[in-house]
């Protein structure tokens, strides 16, 4: 099949699309809600490994990620592990303290908008498939996020699990190795 030389330069970047953006990098601080109204920012974890989910209450699969991590925060918060879910859906403000009842989460959830996600999340607006994932290190570099297309990390415990005690036991800088977990 011949493709249109137009049609080079955008296919070189659909790849880029598709995964999302440049792992490892650092995380750009961000703000959310906590079912109290009271804002929160990602950085006051710094020093701990973060699974940040952006998430909505509706999403069945969501909802048993948010179980999942309810699991892995009981099991690694105390070695410095911290699981927090981030509801971008419309009305979260009204939906998250019920979601957090509702599914016995064992940790954080908060909400923001759609348009603080994809920013945090460094891929441009289109379609995303949910929960997406980001993995930080201690330092707040982001070593793992999940591609715009969703991923089925988010329901494999043992994976999941797996990657996380890399983050947690890893004793490199996160400016020494690009590799990504």
């Given amino acids: 099949m011949k493709v249109p030389l137009a049609l080079i330069p955008a296919l070189a970047i659909l790849p880029l ?9 650092k995380a750009a601080d961000l703000s959310f809600r906590t079912t109290e109204g009271q804002i929160e920012k990602l ?9 940040l989910e952006f998430i909505l209450t509706t999403c069945p699969h969501c909802q048993a990620a948010a179980k999942v991590m309810t699991q892995l925060q009981n ?18 403000d009204k939906l998250v303290a019920d979601f957090k009842r509702d599914f016995q989460v064992g940790f ?7 348009l603080t996600a994809l920013k945090f ?3 441009p607006a289109q379609r995303l498939l949910f929960p997406q994932l ?12 999940s591609p715009v ?26 400016r020494s190795s ?3 977990l």
């Fill in 17 to 25: 699309l598709i995964q999302g953006s440049q792992v490892p990098r």
């Fill in 43 to 51: 950085s006051s974890y710094r020093g701990k490994v973060i699974a």
């Fill in 75 to 92: 099991e690694l918060g105390p070695r410095g592990f911290q699981a927090i879910d981030i509801a971008v859906n419309q009305d979260a």
């Fill in 108 to 114: 954080p959830v908060g909400y923001t908008d759609a």
């Fill in 121 to 123: 999340l460094d891929v």
């Fill in 134 to 145: 980001v993995l930080i290190d201690r330092q707040g570099t982001v070593r793992y996020q």
């Fill in 149 to 174: 297309t969703g991923d089925e990390l988010v329901k494999d415990s043992a994976t999941l699990r797996d990657k996380i005690h890399a983050i947690l036991t890893s004793r490199e800088s996160p």
């Fill in 178 to 180: 690009g590799r990504q």
